[in-house]
């Protein structure tokens, strides 16, 4: 080959290898800018992931409804998956890539509808609580309406009931000897009598009823016959010494009843209680010495 054809040739030849250079050089450099753009991508969605993740817990604090509550939960750990499934893929893996920034649009538009939801069940949670206050308003009004209704109607039956219990007027206590006069020496007393006056009442229910009698010694307990007897009194149960039955036709009646005197006594202050319908109408006492 001549040498005026080779050099020519050489010529076209090193233009060819600078322009490849060239090139492959801008490749390289349009490459690593490419990858630059992914990595700042990739990071900016890997950061989005982590707030949507930290909003869904923050959604489930705000709500009382289980089956959302349920949903949102659902969504927070779909969204984590594809959190670490990002965290998982490289940068330059453009086709995965793009799928997740697919998800990531469709996690957005969830969370818009979540809050959409949510910010409407707060509206109406607000009205229905507005509405409560004023049910609770009402009711509280109702039930002091009734409180008083209740109260006044207590009051009333009360002062029935007391109107209508029977009253011992005039009680005396004495003790006697064996000449029935009398007598106030321990040693001396054989019985004791106890007498006194059930007043008028018109408004009380009339008919047989039973008249108790206590006769307490000065050291508290109560003079029994053999096995203590018993009555009804309120909420409990009381011993008596006497006891009798009594016709009551609302008029004013006497009542008399002794004890006869089989035990030791002492000396001192005797009380005397007088109880009908569970109701003590009545006291009085007496001395020994």
Do not use: C
Not at 275 to 284: A, K, N, R
């Amino acid at each position: 080959m001549k040498k005026g054809i080779i050099i020519p040739i050489l010529a076209v030849l090193a233009i060819a290898v600078g322009i490849l250079a060239w090139f492959l050089r801008a490749k390289t450099v349009e490459n690593e800018e490419m990858s630059q753009l992914f990595e700042i991508e990739k990071e900016e969605m890997e950061n989005e992931y982590s707030s949507f993740a930290v909003q869904y817990d923050e959604l489930q604090v705000q709500i009382s409804n289980d089956s959302l509550a349920h949903q949102l939960e659902k969504e927070k750990l779909r969204t984590q998956q594809l959190l670490e499934e990002l965290r998982q893929t490289k940068a330059t893996n453009a086709a995965e890539i793009t799928r997740l920034k697919k998800e990531l649009a469709t996690v957005r538009a969830v969370m818009r509808s979540y809050v959409a939801q949510i910010d409407s069940l707060d509206k109406i949670n607000k009205k229905l609580e507005k509405e409560n206050i004023q049910v609770r308003q009402q009711y509280r009004e109702a039930t002091q309406a009734i409180t008083v209704l209740t109260e006044a109607k207590e009051k009333a039956e009360e002062q029935v009931q007391l109107a209508s219990q029977l009253d011992a007027v005039g009680i005396a206590a004495t003790p006697r000897n064996k000449r029935d006069k009398e007598e106030h020496k321990i040693k001396h007393v054989t019985n004791i009598t106890v007498d006194f006056t059930i007043a008028k009442n018109i408004t009380a229910k009339t008919g047989e009823k039973t008249v108790y009698v206590q006769i307490m010694r000065p050291d508290g307990e109560i003079l029994t016959k053999g096995e203590p007897q018993t009555f009804t009194y309120g909420n409990t149960v009381l011993e008596y010494s006497m006891k009798k039955n009594i016709e009551y036709d609302g008029e004013q009646q006497s009542v008399m009843l002794y004890w006869p005197v089989e035990e030791f006594l002492y000396a001192g202050t005797y009380s005397i209680y007088v109880f009908v319908d569970g109701v003590m109408i009545g006291d009085g006492s007496f001395e020994l010495q």
